[in-house]
């Protein structure tokens, strides 16, 4: 939806710049969607897991986001590659995902597209959460969305089937992303949003994470499919139960 350019200013300062694609500038939804992760962004950056956020608007009518710039890679590149700072810090990298989308949660917000690619990775291994383009208040009680965009890889049952939703759906979305980061398989494989839903609620040949990898400690197997319950009742309601849990099964 939009490109990312690297802008310095005059004291050669380094920083981020997202700008809207030129073809979606008459694209209300677009729009709209680029404007609300900035202003989402704008409330929630003072995190040392977020995304810095400088400021948004417009520059001869395309609409920017200036944004702190991070030296490093983002995790589905990372994966791809076996790049070794992931290998070598995948516990930290795990807990400060978890630490991020806790404080995400906290400020009242919902990510609804938590997935490697919206992790970055400094080559120190610090964590920065960013594009909280799809980014909704999270509402009193799970709430359907009037239109359904995610990847749905990484999105609950729920979403799929267009049913109402809360952080919950978050809390699924990390769990797909530790399976995947810890096993190097996606717990529910697919090429259409219908046949990963087929999987999930379907879980017949569902491969527990220790199957692919026995190294895994026990509770953190039972974490991650803790956050994978088809069920989101059965799921963490609180980032900071999981948090908690994590840093007790990572030893931490």
Not at 236 to 249: E, I
Request: hydrophobic share 35%; aromatic share 8%.
């Amino acid at each position: 939806m939009a490109d990312i350019w690297l802008a310095t200013d005059k004291d050669q300062q380094t920083y981020a710049l997202r700008r809207l694609h030129d073809d979606l500038r008459s694209d209300s939804t677009a729009r709209k969607r680029f404007l609300q992760g900035c202003e989402v962004l704008s409330k929630i950056h003072n995190h040392d897991c977020v995304i810095g956020y400088f400021g948004h608007g417009k520059i001869e009518g395309t609409l920017y986001l200036l944004m702190e710039y991070v030296e490093g890679s983002n995790l589905k590149l990372m994966y791809s590659e076996h790049d070794p700072v992931l290998l070598e810090n995948v516990g930290n990298i795990l807990i400060d995902m978890a630490t991020a989308l806790e404080h995400v949660h906290e400020s009242g917000f919902m990510h609804l597209d938590f997935k490697p690619e919206n992790v970055l990775v400094t080559r120190n291994a610090s964590v920065r959460l960013a594009d909280f383009d799809l980014a909704l208040p999270i509402p009193k009680s799970p709430k359907k969305l009037d239109k359904n965009p995610g990847t749905p890889a990484y999105m609950s049952p729920e979403q799929l089937q267009h049913e109402p939703v809360d952080q919950r759906a978050d809390i699924f979305a990390f769990g797909v992303s530790a399976y995947e980061l810890l096993t190097n398989y996606k717990p529910f494989p697919g090429e259409t949003p219908a046949e990963i839903l087929g999987r999930q609620l379907d879980r017949s040949g569902f491969v527990n994470p220790r199957q692919h990898n026995p190294d895994l400690p026990l509770n953190l197997e039972k974490l991650i499919l803790k956050c994978l319950q088809q069920d989101p009742d059965k799921r963490y309601l609180f980032m900071g139960v999981l948090l908690h849990d994590l840093k007790t099964a990572l030893y931490v």
